[in-house]
């Protein structure tokens, strides 16, 4: 039997707001030229949203191209009955090219040598051959012009090669000299694109979502380049960073909730939480949040952090433990035991961001999305 489990009786939770997710996706697209197709980016468990239920909604708005990260992932979505295409945008063992093959899944050729390792396994592996056009993480050097064409021809004899990619390292910036990077960048790949333009490769893609608003216009210019955007950050309706504005109506997915387990007085010259790192300077009021960085929530939050109770902010005192942080109520009134807690998201005119938490501990919004861990249960309204 099935028990249903509501947000009621939990600890701590994300809710996930399919309707803003869809309203996310049409505005992008409505800012692309209209013939631009979208690879949903879902790797990392949809950045945190859960991946099959963001590809699902995805697929009844016409995508039918998803990148992972991992084959785990890959073979989640098809058992979950998943049937576009989707690409492992990074390493897979070469030993796992059954599976692979069995559930039609696209892999990444990372260098020569992995596909040498991959060859050997005699598998007619469907592959996007990566090329590093400035950012040396995988791929082919698209320098060596000459190397990467007899490479991409050397690997269509053996594999099913079916794209080619490459990755923008400063999409997201604004700076001259990052904007001519990745200007260049899409020249060195439209001059690799070019060298096999006759094996007619269906998916020929470099845009991830900054550059699919901002850099669009140059695929007039490079013909050889697909109109494709691999779309992640954007799509939950968060900033790949913090120089450009988002389109209109763009809004976060995700909220994350939790809610007051325990409320007491604490007088002055008292402490509170692991290592003494917050004494007591007045009489308080102190509430305690079943949530802890086993849960995801940064420990670098601690003493520094807010969350919202009643619409109103309260601050983090003490240092963030593994499952429970704790916060100073004294200027909200009425603070009750299960009263709820918002961890990211609005509570009436009052709104903490993930943009906000990363600023705070020195990482970026992908970062503390990522991080909301699996014991968290994601809920969709
Ligand atoms: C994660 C990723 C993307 C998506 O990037 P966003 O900034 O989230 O749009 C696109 N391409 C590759 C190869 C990626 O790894």
Redesign the pocket.
């Known amino acids: 039997m099935q028990v249903l489990v509501s947000k009621i009786e939990k600890r701590s939770w994300v809710e996930i707001d399919i309707e803003q997710l869809k309203r996310n996706y049409l505005l992008y697209k409505s800012q692309l030229p209209e013939d631009f197709k979208i690879i949903g ?1 879902i ?1 990392a468990d949809g950045y945190g949203h859960g991946d099959i239920k963001v590809a699902q909604c995805l697929e009844k708005l016409g995508v039918h191209f998803f ?1 992972v990260s991992n084959i785990d992932e890959a073979v989640g979505l098809r058992e979950a009955g998943i049937n576009g295409e989707i690409l492992i ?1 990074g390493y897979t063992s070469p030993y796992d090219a059954k599976t692979l093959v069995k559930y039609d899944i696209t892999q990444a050729i990372l260098s020569d040598e992995y596909a040498n390792k991959l060859r050997i396994q005699g598998q007619k592996v469907k592959c996007h051959v990566a090329i590093d056009t400035g950012m040396s993480r995988i791929g082919l050097d698209a320098k060596d012009i000459n190397k990467c064409e007899e490479s991409i021809r050397s690997f269509d004899t053996c594999f099913n090669v079916t794209g080619l ?1 490459t ?1 923008l390292s400063v999409a ?1 910036s604004n700076d001259k000299s990052d904007i001519a990077f990745t200007e260049n960048q899409i020249k060195l790949f439209d001059d690799v694109a070019s060298r096999v333009s006759d094996l007619n490769l269906q998916y020929v893609h470099c845009f ?3 550059a699919g608003l901002h850099y669009n216009y140059l695929l007039s210019k490079y013909v050889n380049i697909d109109k494709i955007v ?5 799509l939950y309706g968060l900033h ?1 960073c913090d120089v450009f504005d988002l389109p209109n109506g763009i809004a976060p997915v995700l909220s994350w909730k939790s809610r007051v387990s325990m409320v007491k007085r604490v007088a002055s010259g008292n402490y509170i939480g692991y290592g003494r790192s917050y004494e007591t300077k007045s009489d308080m009021i102190i509430a305690t949040v079943p949530t802890g960085y086993a849960d995801g929530y940064n420990r670098l939050l601690s003493n520094k952090g807010f969350v919202l109770i009643h619409g109103k902010k309260a601050q983090i005192v003490g240092r963030i433990c593994m499952d429970q942080l704790t916060v100073d109520v004294t200027g909200i009134p009425n603070v009750k035991m299960d009263d709820t807690v918002t961890l990211i998201g609005k509570d009436g005119s009052n709104t903490i961001t993930a943009e906000e938490m990363a600023q705070e501990v020195g990482t970026i919004n ?1 970062e503390i999305v990522c991080d909301i861990s699996k014991r968290v249960q994601r809920f969709y309204d």
């Open positions: 980016i790797k990148a945008l990619f990755h997201d991830n979502s900054a691999r779309l992640g950050i954007i790949p992908y």
